[in-house]
């Protein structure tokens, strides 16, 4: 089993161009409402999941609901066995962990895999554009009873800085369209959330000078946050229609 088969058995995505029509899907969402509780849990610490973190992951991420209930277990086995194929430091297995040593959190992310595929017929540059400055917000999950207490935003901010600082330019990801809070949660964390089913559109630069579209599947909410401030959205009119895109990605 290899890491890039623990991510695909939770993430699916496809990519085509403007001039087709194609569907995209990922499974993820939460088991259970958030719950506010009063407890203190001042002052986590975020580190890399190591192997002996695999157990409590496995309990972490069984949290939330999953397309394959099997990706807890299959994600716990990657990192127990220390498996970073096929380009270590792409993704991140991040733990929350308090004062105690508990582990109270996780937050998986890592490359659009799929999306890079689909970018063939735009050529090398864009693919590699695609792959550095890209990261896709897998997962983040935070123990029922720490939820609440900002550990969850803490955690993303945690994982945008890094990547920000690795020099890549937007955070995506999606949801399941049936979990409303979802929405306003993302918001809170800076990002724009998409209706379901609408797809995401890149730009892509000159000389290719083109748009390129990820879709979902109506039951799915895609989002994404820029990373660096010259990232955002322009307008791009064309004989059948006016189109909002992400511009200064790829
Ligand atoms: C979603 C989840 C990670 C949130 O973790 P958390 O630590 O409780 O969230 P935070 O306390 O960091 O909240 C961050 C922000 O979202 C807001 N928020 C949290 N829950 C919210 C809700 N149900 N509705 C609206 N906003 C909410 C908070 O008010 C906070 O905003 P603020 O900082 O401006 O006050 C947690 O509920 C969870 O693990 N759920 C199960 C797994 C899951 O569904 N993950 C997401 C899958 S895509």
Known sequence: MSDDQAKSAHCHREVIDDDSMGRASRRKA????????????????????????????VQLLALAEWEDPATPQVMGAAIALDLHLPAPGHSVRMVAQDKHGNLEGALLAGPPDEWIQGLTRFGSSAQGHMAQRVVDLEMVVVAEGSRGHGLGRQMVEHAA?????????????????????????????????????????????????DVVSYPAEPTMRQMWRPLKSTVGLKTVTDAHQTLQVIDNVL
């Open 30 to 57: 939460q088991a259970r409402r958030v719950g506010h509780r009063a407890t203190n849990k001042s002052n986590p610490q975020f580190r890399v999941a190591v192997p002996g973190d695999a157990q409590r992951i």
């Open 161 to 209: 800085q890094d990547y920000r600082n690795r020099g890549y330019r937007l955070m995506s990801g999606s949801f399941y369209a049936h979990l409303p809070h979802l929405e306003r949660y993302y918001q809170h964390l800076g990002f724009t959330v998409l209706g379901p089913g609408q797809p995401l559109l890149l730009s892509v630069p000159p000389p290719v000078s």
